[in-house]
């Protein structure tokens, strides 16, 4: 006669199952994939299924992006792919599956130095975009990225020629809490880099680089930002200033401009890319460009 507990554990392996069987999910699929790539099984890839490729931010890690993969996963929308770890002197170690089949493979780009300088971080990413085309042939991404990830991936952007042969091409960008223009926050709200009409009254040194160099982003490049707000009075989500992450606006063409704004205690920094309501906007957003 079964035991209490082995009943409890036959339980919640039935629900399981059942959830499996009557929800759709990715969760399981790198196992199968594992199998099919030790099988040398081979299938057709679809246009919308391009890889995402997530980028953290200051002092980040593998875990910025965990917990958004797993979400994702449960829900059928991306594949957990591969971890990619560009070292300092630029190798990178590899784990992880990805297979051309997989819909929509969710792919973690981390730095082995996660408090470098922004044009660290660009060269840094640029190894493993290049890594991406030259050993997976991957042709065409979407970039998600957190705080100074979004700095990383603009500096990418200007820096190297992204439609060159070297990299995938990237299709669509959102950054979350990133912070285009500096990260001074005052308790009233007010700061020398709030925004006019025309662009903020006090322009950082990276926002002035980038600025200099907006000819360098593509016309055709569909850009999401997500801004937080913590409705405190302070007029940022901690870290971040509202004004500093809408002042991407003046950097990016405004036809293919969105912005979403959060609040509440869910929009604090660290919280935003563990906001199922950001999750939802991301997914919209890729989706409407695919």
Not at 81 to 102: C, F, H, P, Q, T
């Amino acid at each position: 006669m079964m035991s209490k507990k082995a009943w409890i554990w036959t339980g919640v392996i039935v629900v399981v199952v059942l959830l499996f069987i009557g929800f759709r999910t990715t969760l399981l699929d790198p196992l199968g994939f594992r199998v099919k790539y030790a099988l040398h099984i081979t299938t057709a890839a679809k246009s919308e299924d391009e890889p995402i490729v997530f980028i953290h931010g200051y002092d980040g890690s593998n875990w910025t992006f965990f917990t958004t993969t797993v979400r994702y996963s449960a829900t059928d929308f991306g594949t957990r792919s591969l971890k990619l770890l560009v070292r300092e002197n630029g190798d990178i170690d590899v784990s992880g599956v990805y297979d051309k089949a997989m819909k929509r493979p969710m792919i973690r780009v981390n730095f082995e130095n996660p408090r470098s300088i922004i044009p660290n971080n660009a060269t840094w990413f640029s190894k493993a975009m290049e890594l991406l085309k030259k050993d997976y042939g991957i042709e065409d991404v979407d970039v998600v990225a957190h705080s100074y990830g979004g700095l990383t991936f603009v500096n990418f952007l200007q820096k190297y020629n992204y439609k060159a042969n070297y990299y995938p091409e990237v299709n669509t960008f959102t950054a979350i809490g990133t912070p285009f223009n500096g990260s001074v926050v005052s308790s009233d709200g007010k700061t020398p880099y709030d925004l006019t009409a025309t662009g903020p009254k006090k322009e950082s040194q990276y926002f002035k680089e980038m600025m200099a160099r907006k000819d360098k982003i593509p016309d055709n490049l569909e850009m999401l930002n997500i801004v937080g707000d913590l409705d405190d009075g302070s007029r940022s989500d901690g870290p971040v200033a509202v004004d500093s992450a809408k002042s991407t606006a003046f950097i990016f063409n405004p036809a293919n401009y969105q912005q979403v704004l959060f609040t509440g205690r869910f929009a604090q920094h660290s919280w935003l890319h563990a906001n199922i309501g950001v999750d939802r906007e991301i997914k919209s957003f890729i989706e409407a460009n695919r």
